[in-house]
């Protein structure tokens, strides 16, 4: 691992914001439209974060998968790689770079009782490790993801895993924007605070209003994620086990 983020291959990574909306040819060729692209990647974030659950692995292993999926549909279609595949690979990867390795037939297991009425999202072994393969090439093999955790803040920060904020801005930047949230929420003036750190302010309160834009816009159920009405009709757009 690198010493630090600024020396980091996740830093030299870092994309804007249009990169990050780009919807890839193949997909654009099937009807997806941006809106539909970023509802995607909103629910099988929390399809990663349900398996998860399920497999019962600590919060940053979640982090890492949630930035790996964000981070291959910078570079490849979800036509191509398809994100019902996609999900629990990136979960399995980034289980083993966290040092807290999760066995497929585990996700496998997990997989066909939570999706029962679902064949799309039925896998088995050999499609994970498959997988897991191209989505090395995918990632040029770069694994290291930091995170804004530590210090505090976990709900708003989980919630930025919502959101492409991670390929976006360093992440003590996102760290900032959710204590600037947390304390017009408690109406704690910590101005002078943040004067000593010497950040632009601009760039915090832009990502807090993305935050918070995020939160009115999609007003997601914390537990079961988008409606089925909602996400259905896009999914059924992707070809299965792409």
Known sequence: MAAN??????????LDQEDVDKVPQADS???????????????????????AQQVKVRQRVIATAVTY??????????????????APTCLYLASKVEESTVQARLLVFYIKKMCASD????????????????LLEALDYY??????????????VNDTYKMDL??????????LA?????????DK?????FEELRVDMNIVKNISMEILDFYDTYKIDPQRGLPEDKIAPVMNKLPSKA
């Open 5 to 14: 983020f600024w020396t980091s291959s996740h830093c030299k990574q870092l």
């Open 29 to 51: 060729d099937r009807g997806i439209t941006p809106e539909e692209f970023r509802l995607v990647k909103i629910h099988m974030s929390f399809h990663i974060w349900r398996l």
């Open 69 to 86: 999926f964000r981070r291959v549909y910078t570079r490849k279609s979800m036509t191509e790689y398809d994100p019902r595949l996609v």
């Open 119 to 134: 064949e799309k999202y039925r896998f088995e072994i050999k499609d994970i490790l498959e997988m897991e393969m191209k």
């Open 143 to 156: 694994l290291v993801v930091y995170h804004p955790y530590r210090p505090l803040l976990q709900g708003i």
């Open 166 to 175: 991670i390929l976006i801005h360093p992440p003590y930047m996102i760290a």
């Open 178 to 186: 959710c204590i600037y949230i947390a304390s017009v929420l408690k």
């Open 189 to 193: 003036d910590i101005t002078l605070w």
